[in-house]
């Protein structure tokens, strides 16, 4: 497989971790979990991911969207220039709306998306990819 192999998944929910595992491994990604923004952080750093899907939610006092402005931004992290996806069942308000629409790449609805979705979604970031 070419192209953006390597997902870091960032979710504190376990059902939700074991089915984005279920569906991305049997296609042959390469992907590392984190439950808190200080594991995302140091994952990122360590993993060197191609994708980041980034709850907001999550425990530990610090939120995904800290943790996507960190990403974002510091370039000690490795993922400046990466997809970031955010994954949320919040409802979109101004706070969520100006973050992703200004460091993420988009958000996904977890309510929303069934795991067939989530490989188009991939597989439109490859064809971006791509296509630059």
Known sequence: MAGLQKILLVEDNQQIV????????????????????????????S??????????????????????MILRTDPNYGCTDKYILMITNLGINDELEKAWKEYADGYIVKAEIVPHDLL???????SDKNSQ
């Open 47 to 68: 993993f060197n991911p191609d994708i980041v899907l980034l709850d907001i939610m999550l425990p530990g006092g610090r939120s995904g969207l800290e943790a996507l």
């Open 120 to 126: 188009k979604i991939i597989d439109s970031l490859n």
């Open 18 to 45: 074991d089915l984005y595992s279920t569906v991305l491994k049997k296609e042959n990604y390469d992907l590392d979990i984190a439950t808190t923004v200080d594991q995302a952080l140091e994952k990122a750093k």
